[in-house]
T-cell receptor, first 116, second 112 residues
Framework: AQKVTQAQTEISVVEKEDVTLDCVYE???????LFWYKQPPSGELVFLIR??????QNEISGRYSWNFQKSTSSFNFTITASQVVDSAVYFC?????????????FGKGTKLTVNP | NAGVTQTPKFQVLKTGQSMTLQCAQD?????MSWYRQDPGMGLRLIHY???????DQGEVPNGYNVSRSTTEDFPLRLLSAAPSQTSVYFC???????????FGQGTRLTVV
């Protein structure tokens, strides 16, 4: 079965702090895809990044960085020098193919609050 | 390009009523899916489709039906609404399960 665990339900930081959001996944697939999405208070879901299982290179995009480690089945997301606008719920997601089914499943999300 | 369009945005139903949530995309995406979002539960997959004429169940399919007669449309039907179906519903589409998903704005459904 596919499963995504985001153990941190809520995180609160002060502006300019660095913060890491954890994501641990389970799958029997050898080929799978991992995603992060952001849901700001306005409610829409915004795509942040996609990573396939064969690409373990870490990625940096501005203040955002992602650390993919197959050995620990983790795909963690770090925001450097957090800002109030980063306040949102962040979802990690996994897409795999098992037993003829192709599902994109999400974790329960981590609510990040950045205080001024 | 409208992207993914969901209607309605808000709906109140009485227990036992039926309704259809509409979802349409204009990006020629093959993969479409419905999720419900409840506090503390994240996004849970209801049903999904990998192409016209093909649908499959997700994690929480009971009480919901779907069909995919065209590439563009993927309606979600509530057959007999129950208070437990009070939720925010999101429709999503992508080229395949491997690519970025685009989401509709959501439908906030209340069943009383």
């Amino acid at each position: 079965a596919q499963k995504v665990t985001q153990a941190q339900t809520e995180i609160s930081v002060v502006e300019k702090e660095d913060v890491t959001l954890d994501c641990v996944y389970e799958t029997r697939d050898t080929t799978y895809y991992l995603f992060w999405y952001k849901q700001p208070p306005s409610g829409e879901l915004v795509f942040l990044i996609r990573r396939n299982s064969f690409d373990e290179q870490n990625e940096i995009s501005g203040r955002y960085s992602w650390n993919f480690q197959k050995s620990t089945s983790s795909f963690n997301f770090t925001i450097t020098a957090s800002q109030v606008v980063d306040s949102a719920v962040y979802f990690c997601a996994l897409s795999g193919h098992q037993g003829g089914s192709e599902k994109l499943v999400f974790g329960k999300g981590t609510k990040l609050t950045v205080n001024p | 390009n409208a992207g993914v369009t969901q209607t309605p945005k808000f709906q109140v139903l009485k227990t036992g009523q039926s309704m259809t949530l509409q979802c349409a995309q204009d990006m020629n995406h093959e993969y479409m899916s419905w999720y419900r979002q409840d506090p503390g539960m994240g996004l849970r997959l209801i049903h999904y489709s990998v192409g016209a004429g093909i649908t499959d169940q997700g994690e929480v399919p009971n009480g919901y039906n779907v069909s995919r007669s065209t590439t563009e449309d993927f309606p979600l039907r509530l057959l007999s609404a129950a208070p437990s179906q009070t939720s925010v519903y999101f429709c999503a589409s992508s080229h395949t399960r491997e690519t970025e998903a685009f989401f509709g704005q959501g439908t906030r459904l209340t069943v009383v």
